[in-house]
């Protein structure tokens, strides 16, 4: 699988951002796909992962501002952030692995093995 970001960029406090992923390679399989954050000096983590069952998971206290979702047809992953906040500015990636049949994505990093370039968001105040 192959994973590619776009969509990063400035935005004010309390705006919106897009970030989009294209997914390639996964198309009939199981897998799981999902966005990280890596703010400065901290480690990598999670926002929200999604799966080939649509089934999705969130990171501690994201849920409700951000949500991930996907286009299968078009191998197309989607992070729609509102009502975003000073410490939302982070670079955040794509990533992506196997999923094995019977189990559920996990939201640690460290399961992912396919993981795109990153892209940069930037909140002002």
């Known amino acids: 699988a192959q994973v590619v970001e776009s969509g990063g960029g400035s935005v004010q406090a309390g705006g919106s951002l897009r970030l989009s992923c294209a997914v390639s390679g996964v198309k009939y399989k199981k897998y799981c796909a999902g966005w990280f954050r890596q703010p400065p000096g901290k480690e990598r983590e999670p926002v929200a992962t999604?799966?080939?069952?649509?089934?999705?998971a969130y990171g501690d206290s994201l849920r409700g501002r951000f949500t991930i979702s996907q286009e299968y047809a078009k191998n197309n992953m989607y992070l729609q952030m509102n009502d975003l906040q000073f410490e939302d500015t982070s670079v955040y990636y794509c990533?992506?692995?196997?999923?094995?049949?019977?189990?559920?994505?996990?939201?640690?990093?460290?399961?992912?093995?396919?993981w795109g370039q990153g892209t940069q968001v930037t909140i002002s105040s």
């Open positions: 999604i799966d080939d069952l649509d089934r999705t």
């Open positions: 990533a992506a692995h196997w999923r094995e049949n019977g189990r559920e994505c996990s939201i640690d990093p460290l399961s992912y093995n396919f």
